[in-house]
Structures are given as C-alpha cells and as structure tokens.
C-alpha cells in the first residue's frame, strides 16, 4: 500500500468518525506504520512528542483507537494490562513470543500451528476467524 493512499483512507476514516484531519492525528498513524515494534500508547506519545510535534495524549489514545477499529493498527493484550499497539500495514499474520523478564516481544509464524488451529476449529465445527498465540518465557539473555 503506498504511504498516499494510506493517507487518503486514513483521512476518510477521520471524517467518518466525524474528526478533523489534524498534523497531530497524521503523526500518530506515520509514527504507527514506521516502527515495526510493540509499543506502548505511552511510548509512541513520547516519540511523537520528541519529534516536536504538540500533541496531546488524549489525542494519541484516541488516534490509536481509531487506527485499531480500522485495521491499521494491532491491539496486543499481553496479560499485564497495559497494551502494546504494532502496525498492521504490510505485516501479516504472525504471533509473538514475550520475555517475563525484559519485555522483549518475538514474531513467529509457524505454519503446522496455524493449520493445527484450523483443524481444531474444524473438529468442533467452527469457522475460525482469528487467534491469539502468546508465548511466555525468558529470553536467552535473561535465563
Ligand atoms: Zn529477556
Ligand atoms: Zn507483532
């Protein structure tokens, strides 16, 4: 997808919530889609901010909202409560892999799980639409 007509959707979808297309708001989905890491709402705030934009946090929270409801963004929930956002523009389908100890986040994909999967949903005469796999552990540098 190119970096214009992500722009063009974002700025439709802007309108469709009924927000105004505002420097600040476009920061936070080039900030989103430039970064292919897990980060924070917290930690894209402060990126965005060391960029000398003004924003405000209410803005970047509900921007990420937003970039999530429309597919370009990812919400992981790690079990800790406090959510990390990735980008979902040119990033398939992957699970993660987390370190207790120093947060560290690792994408796998490994295709005889994800047709594990679909043969479970089968058996039980499902159609699956999505999963979350989270692995937990210690990383090599923390064991
Ligand atoms: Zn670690
Ligand atoms: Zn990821």
Redesign the pocket.
Known sequence: MTNEKLLSDFKDVLKKEGLKVTPQRIAVLEEIIKDKGHRESEDIYMAIKSRKTHVSRATVYRTLDILVQNGFARKLNLGDGRARYETKIDSPHHDHII?N??G?IIEFVNDEIEKMQEEIAKQHHFKLQQHIHQLFG??K??Q
């Open positions: 370190c100890e120093c560290k210690l990383c540098e923390c």
